[in-house]
């Protein structure tokens, strides 16, 4: 499997891997099975209760989010709000990565993009497929004090 074989040099193996998808065929992903603890969103459902259906691809990023790694797919909406709420949290929490932009989130396809959330670009056109670290850097700081550090 190309996705298994795409990720596993960042995955623990035997660990935890959720999977945010709207594949209804679960069997696409027994590969991951083999050597990982999978879960997806549909095992918790009974859990759901009183929540709307539309909003599970919400609570999919919200949770693919906190993950140590992420990998989702260059032109993707959801990889890239994973990627921005991945930076807000970074940024927030001082954690790896939040003084450059940087974090443990990779690409699936196409493979020339596969760490480009390793390395601070700046915005440049065209930007609706991947979040930019200017969406979470100095966040909370004010005007001033960003250009006071220049």
């Known amino acids: 499997n190309k996705l298994l074989e795409k990720s596993r040099d960042k995955l623990e193996e035997g660990g935890v891997l959720y999977i945010a998808t709207d594949e209804h065929d679960k069997n696409f992903f027994q590969p991951f099975r083999e050597h990982y603890d999978v879960v997806f969103l549909d095992d ?41 709420m991945r930076g807000y949290y970074i940024a ?15 690409y699936f396809f196409p493979d020339e993009r596969k760490e480009q959330m390793k390395k601070y670009y700046p915005v440049k056109k065209p930007i609706y497929m991947r979040e930019f670290p200017t969406s979470w850097l100095d966040i909370d700081k004010g005007i001033e004090e960003i250009h006071q550090q220049q």
């Open 92 to 106: 927030k929490h001082k954690l790896e990565g939040y003084e450059d932009g940087t974090m443990e989130s990779y």
């Open 44 to 84: 918790y459902k009974e859990l759901l209760t009183g929540i709307n259906g539309n909003y599970y691809g919400m609570l999919d990023q919200l949770i693919a989010s906190k993950g140590r790694v992420f990998f989702g797919t260059w032109w993707s909406t959801l990889s890239g709000y994973v990627n921005r």
